[in-house]
């Protein structure tokens, strides 16, 4: 078993219940020097990375994380994660799927947090007027069967 298994998990469970109000508990599983890195977003530290998190809950409403898998090697720890949210002013409710790559520490705290996602298919084609800019591109880019 992998040593970043226990704290991959640990760091699930915090992911998993995170709301604005238990921010505290997730930042206390970062080294200082987290980096946090999206497809929007490259934050370096706690407070550029928690700035990353209070914007979401400022601009979503009801964003949740659901955490479905969590693996580990001896390099690092994946996270697979599905987000659910509405668009401030919106009534339907978004949802992404991702993947959370976490690198530890020696302390076993996350000094790197790494999510990759598709935004092309999971956001852009969800926004008007983006919409048809992407389904085209995808077309143009898509192999011929």
């Known amino acids: 078993m992998s040593r970043w298994l226990h704290p991959a998990r640990a760091y699930a469970r915090a992911f998993g219940e995170l709301t604005p109000e238990t921010l505290p508990d997730l930042v206390r599983l970062w080294t200082e020097d987290v980096v946090f ?3 929007f977003n490259e934050a370096h530290g706690h407070a550029a990375s928690l700035a ?7 601009t979503t409403d009801a964003p949740r994380f659901q955490v479905l898998d969590v693996a580990a090697s001896e390099r690092a720890a994946y996270l697979k994660w599905r987000m659910s949210f509405r668009p401030k002013g919106k009534k339907e409710s978004w949802t992404i799927e991702g993947m959370s790559e976490l690198l530890f520490a020696e302390d076993g705290r996350v000094r790197v947090h790494l999510d990759h996602w ?4 999971q956001l852009y084609e969800k926004v008007t007027g983006l919409s ?5 591109i995808r077309r ?3 192999a011929k069967a």
Do not use: N, T
């Not at 048809?132 to 085209?136: H, N």
């Open 132 to 136: 048809a800019i992407m389904r085209f």
């Open 52 to 58: 990353v998190y209070r914007h979401m809950y400022a």
């Open 140 to 142: 143009r880019l898509a």
């Open 37 to 39: 890195k999206d497809p």
């Open 118 to 121: 598709d935004a092309a298919s």
